[in-house]
């Protein structure tokens, strides 16, 4: 029986494979404009908000014009994004933050990070790995899913989901494992229409009663034809 020490290992390495360069979706120029671009990709595409960003870069190039901006304005900018009211309050709160507390720039801490407006755990583990290299396992719905469904993680919570993803893969690996997951996520593994059968690593590292019981809770979900 394979250890789930060695299936994790053995995940890894295809993951690799299939994804030797791991670019980051999001387009950016500075730890600041990651940091903006993930705060709005919250419940949203990478391919939205790489739509809405360059109008917001042009209107507010930097963090001292954004923090003077006028909410109702950058809601304008963002609006096809999901959730625009709301982060359209906190980009502008957060960019004001950064100039009163750290003089303008993206703090390099998970504490200093979770304290701006908007920003959670997941997206202080992505500008912590991205921005500045630091080891972090930002886990989103994809990863989440993809865990469960391989039985890395019991699937309770996406914090449970971080720590044991965390134990099982390198330290080293954790950045950019973090996006191979999503790239195969996004490619194989999607939430609706999977199928197990032709997944690359479902079909040996799936859990069965877990893929049965999916597959049956999207049955439920099919509206009755008529």
């Known amino acids: 029986m394979v250890t789930k020490i060695a299936k994790a290992e053995q995940i890894r390495l295809q993951l690799e494979s299939l994804y030797p360069e791991t670019p980051i979706p999001l387009e950016h120029d500075s730890s600041f404009t990651l940091l903006i671009a993930v705060l709005l990709s919250a419940q949203t595409t990478d391919k939205k908000v790489n739509e809405v960003t360059p109008?917001?870069?042009?209107?507010?190039?930097?963090?001292?014009?954004?923090?003077?901006?006028?909410?109702?304005?950058?809601?304008?900018?963002?609006?096809?994004?999901?959730?625009?009211?709301?982060?359209?309050?906190?980009?502008?709160?957060?960019?004001?933050?950064l100039l009163d507390l750290h003089d303008g720039e993206v703090p390099c801490s998970f504490e200093a990070l979770e304290a701006l407006p908007g920003v959670g755990h997941k997206t202080a583990s992505v500008v912590m790995s991205q921005a500045f290299g630091q080891p972090a396992f930002a886990v989103d719905t994809h990863i989440h899913r993809l865990a469960w469904r391989w039985g890395l993680s019991n699937g309770k919570s996406v914090v449970q989901t971080e720590k044991d993803l965390k134990r099982l893969f390198p330290r080293s690996s954790w950045n950019g494992l973090h996006l191979r997951i999503i790239f195969f996520g996004r490619e194989h593994c999607p939430a609706l229409r999977h199928d197990p059968e032709v997944c690359p690593i479902c079909t040996w590292a799936g859990v069965k009663s877990r893929l049965i019981q999916e597959k049956k809770a999207r049955t439920k979900k099919k509206p009755r034809s008529r």
């Open 55 to 97: 109008g917001l870069w042009a209107a507010y190039p930097t963090v001292e014009s954004l923090a003077s901006a006028d909410p109702e304005s950058v809601r304008l900018i963002i609006r096809e994004i999901g959730l625009a009211p709301t982060k359209s309050r906190n980009v502008v709160k957060l960019a004001a933050q």
